[in-house]
């Protein structure tokens, strides 16, 4: 069964600042996908970005970008310039087409933005 | 991408009573899920929802406490059973294309009493 890890509970940054998330994960399978998803207070969950193992090339979206490490099963997420509006839980999640596609979550990080 | 709605947004219920939560995606998909997120705690998934057939449970979830039905390619249900204080949670439902593709709805917040 694959696992996802986040180590850190909390962290914080300040604004317009950078701050880096991280996030491990085990499994034996060579095809999946790993995501970053941001919940508010809203509980509304958005996906903030998405990694295909197979690519080489680390995935960016405008302020946020991720270190994919395959050997090592890591996958950060950078949030540049960070804004108060980044402040959320944040989750790593994997998932593969092997696996039916089912999401398997970390146990979330809390990002606080000081302004 | 889809757009997903869920209704209730909230409620609360009475201990011993069912809820039954709506799924409602905008286009048809191939995938949809349920999840549970327990408060202060990340999201577990329920089942994946089947349409036409039963869904596929995990590993302590069953489908007398957790009915789930699936008439199309765009709805489905997901019904909280004989509910008890436990049962307290935001339950989202999931929908998607492809692996790499999955969008939530807004959640359901249920508080039993």
């Known amino acids: 069964a694959q696992t996802v890890t986040q180590s850190q509970p909390e962290m914080s940054v300040q604004e317009a600042e950078t701050v880096t998330l991280s996030c491990t994960y085990d499994?034996?399978?060579?095809?999946?996908?790993l995501f970053w998803y941001k919940q508010p207070p809203s509980r509304q969950m958005i996906l903030v970005i998405r990694q295909e193992a197979y690519k080489q090339q680390n995935a960016t979206e405008n302020r946020f970008s991720v270190n994919f490490q395959k050997a090592a099963k890591s996958f950060s997420l950078k949030i540049s310039d960070s804004q108060l509006g980044d402040a959320a839980m944040y989750f790593c999640?994997?998932?593969?087409?092997?696996?039916?596609?089912?999401?398997?979550f970390g146990e979330g990080t809390q990002l606080t933005v000081n302004p | 991408s889809a757009v997903i709605s869920q209704k209730p947004s909230r409620d609360i219920c009475q201990r011993g009573t069912s809820l039954t939560i709506q799924c409602q995606v905008d286009?048809?998909?191939?995938?949809m899920f349920w999840y549970r997120q327990q408060p202060g705690q990340s999201l577990t998934l329920i089942a994946t929802a089947n349409q036409g057939s039963e869904a596929t449970y995990e590993s302590g979830f069953v489908i007398d406490k957790f009915p789930i039905s699936r008439p199309n390619l765009t709805f489905s249900t997901l019904t909280v059973s004989n509910m008890s204080p436990e049962d307290s949670s935001i339950y989202l439902c999931?929908?998607?294309?492809?692996?790499?593709?999955?969008?939530f709805g807004p959640g359901t917040r249920l508080t039993v009493t």
């Open positions: 286009s048809q998909v191939t995938m």
């Open positions: 999640a994997y998932n593969s087409e092997t696996s039916g596609s089912r999401l398997t």
């Open positions: 999931s929908a998607g294309l492809a692996a790499y593709e999955q969008y």
């Open positions: 499994t034996s399978e060579s095809d999946y996908y």
